[in-house]
Every structure is written in C-alpha cells, then in structure tokens.
T-cell receptor, first 111, second 114 residues
C-alpha cells in the first residue's frame, strides 16, 4: 500500500520567514496531492492541492510543488504569520484508499 | 451553515460501554468517511460509504459498526469500548469516491475511554 513520508515533524520559524514541508509517496499511480491544515481542537482543512498534470500551484502565500519522477511534493509558505501555526498534513491516494496521510508537521511561527 | 457536523464533540465513557457518534453533511456529497486520529496525530481512514453503501473497511475491529441511513448521514457505533479506542474521530465527505475528490472534514469527536 501507499507509504507517505512527511518531514520535518516539527518546524519553528520566525515570523516573516518561509516554511517548507516535504512529503514523499510510494504509489506511482497517485495523481492527487492535497495539503491540510489542522488547528488546535479543529478538523483538518484543505489549504491547497495539486494534480499530477501540473508541477506547481500557488495561492497567495502558499504554494505546492510536485516532482512525479522523484515522487515527492512540498508545501511552501512565505511571509509566515503567527496564525499559520498549526499541524500540516500531506496526503496521497493509493489503490482503493482515497487518501493516505503523512504523520504531520507541527509548525510554530514565532512572533 | 456548517458543512460537516458531528455530535457529540466530547465523549467520556467507561470501558465496556457502547456509544455512538453522529455525522451529517449538507454539501450534497455522495461519499462519507470515518477517520481515527490517535494521540500522535496520526490520521487513518476507517470506513468509507458511497450512496449509503460501504466501499472501504480498513481492517477495523467489528466492534465498530458504521451506519448510513441516507447519503447525508454516517453514524459510527462502537460496542464494548476499550482503552485503545480513545482518540479523536473525524467524519469527512467528498463529492464522489474518486481519488481526486476533495475531502471536507468535520470538527471531530474526542472519545475518552476510562
């Protein structure tokens, strides 16, 4: 089955700096890669996703890049703000499982 | 205007009891899911229903029984609760069961088994 590896598990950045979270996947048939943000006490919320027909997608301060050859995708957050502090999850489909999640990255933005 | 809602938000109970968690979505989606998030934040799918029919059962103990009375509702009943069942349970929904359909999550139910 799919194995989605995510790193780092924790990340601290100064406000205004950039943050990068990386994920690798094993199922070469995977073609959809969402990123979710989970704030304390809440459910995961989709922040951006990318499909395998593009290599990069941006939405304001958030971007996702995909390298299908290397089977990895990354989340980039620029000009980080304290409200970006949360746990971020990558995910990818595998076989009959719609989404297999990475183990999460706890991002702390220090003001 | 909540998209995916769950009740209750918190559930504290004794070992051996039976409990249910309810989920409703008002997005008009065909597919609903139950996920379990453990204390280390690991998020793993348990079940998936499409138009009231079970399509995914990820080796979950048969003490867990999902029920979908209609495609807007997916409830989770748990018999003979064990300490290891303590976790946060999330309901989610998507337009269909396709691998590229965005999943929308509910706020979660924190289950504590004493």
């Amino acid at each position: 089955g799919e194995n989605v590896e995510q790193h780092p598990s924790t990340l601290s950045v100064q406000e205004g700096d950039s943050a990068v979270i990386k994920c690798t996947y094993s199922d070469s048939a995977s073609n959809y890669f969402p990123w979710y943000k989970q704030e304390l006490g809440k459910g995961p919320q989709l922040i951006i996703d990318i499909r395998s027909n593009v290599g990069e997608k941006k939405d304001q301060r958030i971007a996702v890049t995909l390298n299908k050859t290397a089977k990895h995708f990354s989340l980039h957050i620029t000009e980080t703000q304290p409200e970006d502090s949360a746990v971020y999850f990558c995910a990818a489909p595998s076989g009959n499982t719609p989404l297999v999640f990475g183990k999460g990255t706890r991002l702390s933005v220090i003001a | 205007d909540t998209a995916v809602s769950q009740t209750p938000k918190y559930l504290v109970t004794q070992m051996g009891n039976d409990k249910s968690i309810k989920c409703e979505q008002n997005l008009g989606h065909d597919t609903m899911y139950w996920y379990k998030q453990d204390s280390k934040k690991f998020l793993k799918i348990m079940f998936s229903y499409n138009n009231k029919e079970l399509i995914i059962n990820e080796t979950v103990p048969n003490r867990f029984s999902p029920k979908s009375p209609d495609k807007a509702h997916l409830n989770l009943h748990i018999n003979s609760l064990e300490l290891g069942d303590s976790a946060v349970y999330f309901c989610a929904s998507s337009q269909s069961s396709g691998p590229t359909d965005t999943q929308y999550f509910g706020p979660g139910t924190r289950l504590t088994v004493l």
